[in-house]
Structures are given as structure tokens and as C-alpha cells.
């Protein structure tokens, strides 16, 4: 596993060995968490820039199927590092943007040139992936209903620019898009434009590659949905992974936040 940050990693793990799997995981230096360690057979630590070097982990542990869990800072593609490494960039050159789904092709076929086959991040989380319907006792009122709808249009249009997943929007109006920023920083940036009401819709690509980058929602999420007094949350049914969902659902009925998977 090539882990990034948050809990997604981690709960992957643990689903992983419930199934009788090995899990041997490359984290990166400065995103993945400590908690790993427990969940996996064997952690390793690489920075951002040592591409190499997790091939050379993966191939002397005889590992033949890898998948990317956790997302890494965008903010990380400008950094030093990333200027330095000859090895990103690289990467960089023979590529022709640096949208994300774009990075994380390149670098799938960079694994498959290895002889290593970049499996679905969803395996294994298919109890993470709610189906169609209201997931909070409160149910969204009809204005919400409209503003859902158009922002899951909305969203499913920006996704397909591969410019981001998010919309938040508030009777009809487009409040904030997400770009390299992600959800949080985009619902606290909304938040302080809409000061209170607004729905956030979160989608998947049309045409998401499963091996990664998927929709991911979990409790600081919800956090963060309380804090920028959003009413709504919509998101994508059977293709949003929703971790720690039993608290962030909790959390949700006592603010009084609705969340419905469409």
C-alpha cells in the first residue's frame, strides 16, 4: 500500500486483514499517520520524492498488487522537494498537465512498468460506499432538494474538467469550486461567503478511475461542515467512500446537518 494522510489508510488496512491479507505499506514522511503501524504487517518510510525506492520496498517484499490509500497535499506539488526530485520531475515532463488524474495515471503506468498491478482503493470498503438515500434523521426540505440537484450538476461538470470534486452552492447561487485546496478548504472558504444555509455536493469523475483519488468523506469533514454552518451534505451513491461514518453521522443529527448519498 502507498499510504497518504487522514484515516483512509487505516481503515483499509484493517479491512485488508480482516480478509486474511498482508499489508506491507510505503508512508510518506510528513502525511501519513503514526496509527498505521499498528494495522500493518510491515511500514515502511520513504519521502515524497523516492519513487525508487518504494518500487525497491514493493519488489524484495514480493509484493505483485499495490493500492494507493490516502490522498497526499496538493500543496506538495510546488514544494522543494518536488522541484528537486529528478525523479518527479521527470514524471512531470513526459505528461501533458498536472491535473490529478493525470499524476496518478502517470504514475499507475510507472508501477505496471514494474510489474506491479494497481488494484481498485475501494476493495475490500464496499460497507464505506453508501447506497441511495438519506443517511440523517433530518431530511432536506424542498428548497434544499433544488439546491442539491443543481449542485450535483454543477459538480459532476467541474469533476469532468478534472478541476475538482466539490460545489457549494446556496439557493442556486455557485458559492465556491473546489480546486487543489480540497473539500475542507473549500467548504471553510464557502462558509465564510454563505455564513449559513449552504449545501455542499461531492461527486465522483464520469469516468473515475477506481485505483485512486476517489471521493472520500469521513468525520473532520462533518467538522468542518458544522463549523462553516452548512445545512447539506449530497454526495454520490455506491462511489463516495464515507469512513468513521457512525460518528460523523452522530455528529450530523445533533447539528442538524442532512446528509444523503444521490
Known amino acids: 500500500m502507498i499510504a497518504g494522510n487522514r484515516r483512509f489508510p487505516v481503515i483499509f488496512s484493517e479491512e485488508a486483514r480482516k480478509k486474511g491479507c498482508s499489508i506491507i505499506a510505503v508512508g510518506i514522511k510528513g502525511e501519513t499517520s503514526l496509527q498505521l503501524k499498528r494495522s500493518t504487517d510491515k511500514l515502511y518510510w520513504v519521502s515524497l520524492s523516492d519513487l525508487a525506492r518504494m518500487i525497491d520496498i514493493f519488489k524484495s517484499e514480493g509484493v505483485k498488487k499495490v493500492v494507493m490509500a490516502g490522498q497526499i497535499s496538493p500543496v506538495r506539488l510546488f514544494s522543494r522537494e518536488v522541484r528537486n526530485s529528478k525523479q518527479i520531475q521527470e514524471l512531470l515532463l513526459n505528461i501533458t498537465d498536472r491535473k490529478a488524474n493525470t499524476i496518478f495515471t502517470a504514475i499507475a503506468g510507472k508501477l505496471e512498468s514494474e510489474g506491479l498491478e494497481l488494484i481498485d482503493s475501494s476493495t475490500f470498503l464496499q460497507d464505506f460506499m453508501p447506497a441511495k438515500g438519506t443517511l440523517?434523521?433530518?431530511?432536506?426540505?424542498?428548497?434544499?432538494?433544488?439546491?442539491?440537484?443543481?449542485?450535483?450538476?454543477?459538480?459532476?461538470?467541474?469533476?469532468?474538467?478534472?478541476?475538482?470534486?466539490?460545489?457549494?452552492?446556496?439557493?442556486?447561487?455557485?458559492?465556491?469550486?473546489?480546486?487543489?485546496?480540497?473539500?475542507?478548504?473549500?467548504?471553510?472558504?464557502?462558509?465564510r461567503i454563505a455564513r449559513s444555509g449552504m449545501v455542499v455536493a461531492k461527486v465522483a469523475r464520469p469516468d473515475q478511475d477506481m485505483r485512486f483519488d476517489l471521493p472520500v468523506i469521513g468525520l473532520k469533514t462533518i467538522k468542518t461542515l458544522v463549523s462553516s454552518r452548512a445545512s447539506c451534505l449530497a454526495i454520490e451513491a455506491g462511489k463516495t467512500l464515507f469512513l468513521d461514518m457512525k460518528p460523523s453521522l452522530a455528529l450530523a443529527d445533533r447539528k442538524g446537518i442532512a446528509i444523503v448519498a444521490v
Open 136 to 191: 440523517t434523521r433530518k431530511q432536506p426540505d424542498p428548497l434544499e432538494w433544488e439546491d442539491i440537484y443543481f449542485g450535483m450538476s454543477l459538480a459532476r461538470k467541474v469533476a469532468g474538467l478534472d478541476i475538482g470534486l466539490t460545489v457549494a452552492v446556496k439557493n442556486k447561487a455557485i458559492v465556491g469550486v473546489e480546486a487543489l485546496e480540497g473539500t475542507d478548504n473549500l467548504i471553510r472558504r464557502a462558509g
